[in-house]
């Protein structure tokens, strides 16, 4: 098998603002339950990444096998590391195989407590993926513990 030269490419990765969702982190009001609901997913927020790391990763990557291949090997985490790796529990669980039907977005809307027309307007369509910017969700995120705040001012302020 001749591997010859791999053509090497340049990619520019937008370094993630990482500043407002750390904001929110000290806004969950119970951490232990949210690690014990989704794993380790906050301490992703502390990790340190090296310069340069993933551009050259990326030079690597395979997207046909979904692994990094090597002249000698290919490299590829498995179900089972990522979940030691987000302390999520897999066993007894069924994957996600990917063939499932995509669901309807009046369903989705329902799902997430929001308008059809609000779910309609901000759902949008970026690089071949499907999902709403990083600047609604972050309104919405904002939003709620606003909302909670004002709730329990009014359920505990004197009449």
Known sequence: MDFGQRSVKKYNLINPKIDELKKLVSSIADPIGFR????????????????GLLQTLVQFYDPVY???????????????????LLHIPVADTVPFSGSEKLPEHSSLAKV???????????????????????????????YFPVKVVILLWSICSPC
Do not use: W
Not at 40 to 46: E, G, K, N
Not at 72 to 84: G, I, K, R, V
């Open 112 to 142: 997430l407590y929001m308008k059809k027309s609000e779910f309609k307007n901000n759902f949008t369509t970026k690089g071949g993926l499907p999902g709403f910017t990083a600047k609604f969700l972050m309104g919405k995120v904002s």
């Open 66 to 84: 979904h692994c990094f291949t090597f002249p000698d090997y290919q490299l590829m985490p498995t179900l089972e590391e990522y979940a030691q």
């Open 36 to 51: 014990d609901r989704y794993g380790a997913l906050i301490s992703l927020l502390t990790l340190r990444m090296e310069e």
